[in-house]
């Protein structure tokens, strides 16, 4: 336990997980304010081989380490669960290795395979460590370590309860600036009524059908409305020979959401958590359909924290039909005020610069350096 209370020749800090966009892109917002604030910060990432922050974290100028730890969490086979259990020792090993190697000032796990066993390690041998947890029921990787870290960093008021670390702070889920700026644009609906829909990055078949069944009727009902629809690459070709609307955009994929969320009057989407701050941060009201088979059915989660809150519309995928969709569509374009009263509900959820305020608590628990910003 001495060694990671060394003096050492860098000022270190370490981002343990990975796997999904969700965990990366606010680890990256976060590491990237720790460099606004202190630029002698070394940053280091811990990944998995297999997890997407092997294609992002080396795009984005970080160090990223591999542990080879496997999944546990999820709706695999028994046997992968118990290998991943049995090879659990050396993994612990691997991680103090890493741990010895770099002697971080601070240890920041957001989730995903890999920070379970490196945080874990990194609070057992005295190392100064931190959670980030972003949906609304943390997932079992962070409940679990909230009993030996001392300091974790919520989005959603409801998984203070679910956590327990000593210091449990909400600081928001950090967003890229881009989007941050979109909520300084307001936007009253008006005819036509602009729908933006997708389901994430790769798309969401159930989304796709749904919209692309109700869209390819020329529904008359519909004829004040206009759509852009994200479809990801797999069902882009299909749902755009079904839909044949000119009040219709099919795209394969949102390069500049933030352009789309400002044109929107209403979006339709997924309820991971990075998706519900974007549309908190935006001020956007939202239809969420939340993934049924995501980990601990945490989307389900995120979207009724927003629902209690007057903030969105819930559409469980079970009840999606081309026409509940388009009643709901109906409903809120004929609903101005109720629009307004979203809007500004999802407001008051929304806690901007997230990625500032978590970086500067890790600064100052790690007793380093604090510079004025430029």
Same mark, same amino acid.
């Given at each position: 336990?001495?060694?990671?209370?060394?003096?050492?020749?860098?000022?270190?800090?370490?981002?343990?997980?990975?796997?999904?966009? +969700?965990?990366? /892109?606010?680890?990256?917002?976060?590491?990237?304010?720790?460099?606004?604030?202190?630029?002698?910060?070394?940053?280091?990432? %811990?990944?998995?081989?297999?997890?997407?922050?092997?294609?992002?974290?080396?795009? =984005?100028?970080?160090?990223?380490?591999?542990?080879?730890?496997? #999944?546990?969490?999820?709706?695999?086979?028994?046997?992968?669960?118990?290998?991943?259990?049995?090879?659990?020792? @050396?993994?612990?090993?691997?991680?103090?290795?890493?741990?010895?190697?770099?002697?971080?000032?601070?240890?920041?796990?957001?989730?995903?395979?890999? &920070? +379970?066993?490196?945080?874990?390690?990194?609070?057992?041998?005295?190392? #100064?460590?931190?959670?980030?947890?972003?949906?609304? /029921?943390?997932?079992?990787?962070?409940?679990?370590?909230?009993? !030996?870290?001392?300091?974790? !960093?919520? *989005?959603?008021?409801?998984?203070?309860?679910?956590?327990?670390?000593?210091?449990?702070?909400?600081?928001?889920?950090?967003?890229?600036?881009?989007? =941050?700026?979109?909520?300084?644009?307001?936007? %009253?609906?008006?005819?036509?009524?602009?729908?933006?829909?997708?389901?994430?990055?790769?798309?969401?078949?159930?989304?796709?059908?749904?919209?692309?069944?109700?869209?390819?009727?020329? $529904?008359?009902?519909?004829?004040?409305?206009?759509?852009?629809?994200?479809?990801?690459?797999?069902? !882009?070709?299909?749902?755009?020979?079904?839909?044949?609307?000119?009040?219709?955009?099919?795209?394969? /994929?949102?390069?500049?959401?933030?352009?789309?969320?400002? @044109?929107?009057?209403?979006?339709?989407?997924?309820?991971?958590?990075?998706?519900?701050?974007? *549309?908190?941060?935006?001020?956007?009201?939202?239809?969420?359909?939340?993934?049924?088979?995501?980990? $601990?059915?945490?989307?389900?989660?995120?979207?009724?924290?927003?629902?209690?809150?007057?903030?969105? %519309?819930?559409?469980?995928?079970?009840?999606?039909?081309?026409?509940?969709?388009?009643?709901?569509?109906?409903?809120?374009?004929? &609903?101005? $005020?109720?629009?307004?009263?979203? &809007?500004?509900?999802?407001?008051?959820? /929304?806690?901007?610069?997230?990625?500032? &305020?978590?970086?500067?608590?890790?600064?100052? =628990?790690?007793?380093?350096?604090?510079?004025?910003?430029?």
């Amino acid at each position: 336990m001495a060694g990671s209370m060394e003096k050492t020749n860098h000022e270190r800090i370490i981002i343990a997980g990975g796997g999904t966009g +969700g965990h990366i /892109y606010p680890a990256v917002a976060i590491a990237r304010e720790i460099l606004k604030i202190n630029p002698k910060v070394e940053i280091h990432f %811990v990944g998995t081989p297999a997890g997407l922050e092997n294609k992002i974290i080396p795009r =984005e100028g970080f160090n990223l380490h591999h542990i080879h730890v496997g #999944k546990l969490n999820y709706s695999g086979g028994f046997f992968a669960k118990i290998k991943t259990i049995v090879k659990l020792p @050396w993994n612990l090993v691997e991680c103090a290795s890493l741990l010895w190697e770099l002697k971080p000032n601070f240890v920041l796990g957001v989730g995903g395979y890999a &920070s +379970g066993p490196f945080v874990l390690m990194a609070a057992i041998l005295g190392f #100064k460590t931190a959670l980030w947890e972003p949906n609304a /029921y943390p997932g079992m990787t962070n409940r679990l370590l909230s009993r !030996f870290v001392k300091r974790s !960093f919520i *989005v959603f008021p409801e998984a203070k309860s679910f956590l327990k670390s000593q210091l449990v702070e909400r600081l928001g889920l950090p967003v890229r600036e881009q989007v =941050e700026k979109v909520a300084m644009m307001g936007k %009253v609906p008006k005819v036509p009524f602009k729908v933006l829909a997708f389901g994430g990055s790769q798309g969401a078949r159930a989304i796709n059908e749904a919209l692309a069944e109700m869209l390819a009727k020329n $529904d008359p009902e519909l004829k004040d409305f206009e759509f852009v629809h994200q479809t990801g690459t797999a069902d !882009f070709e299909k749902v755009k020979s079904k839909v044949t609307n000119s009040k219709v955009q099919i795209l394969e /994929y949102l390069f500049d959401i933030e352009t789309h969320y400002q @044109w929107c009057d209403l979006v339709v989407c997924r309820a991971g958590a990075s998706t519900v701050a974007e *549309v908190a941060a935006c001020g956007k009201p939202a239809i969420f359909i939340p993934l049924p088979s995501a980990a $601990d059915d945490h989307q389900s989660k995120n979207a009724k924290s927003l629902v209690d809150q007057g903030a969105a %519309v819930l559409l469980e995928q079970k009840n999606l039909t081309a026409a509940h969709l388009k009643a709901e569509l109906l409903r809120l374009k004929n &609903s101005p $005020d109720l629009c307004i009263q979203m &809007s500004q509900n999802l407001k008051k959820f /929304y806690q901007p610069q997230a990625a500032k &305020s978590v970086a500067q608590k890790i600064l100052n =628990e790690g007793s380093y350096e604090v510079q004025q910003q430029i």
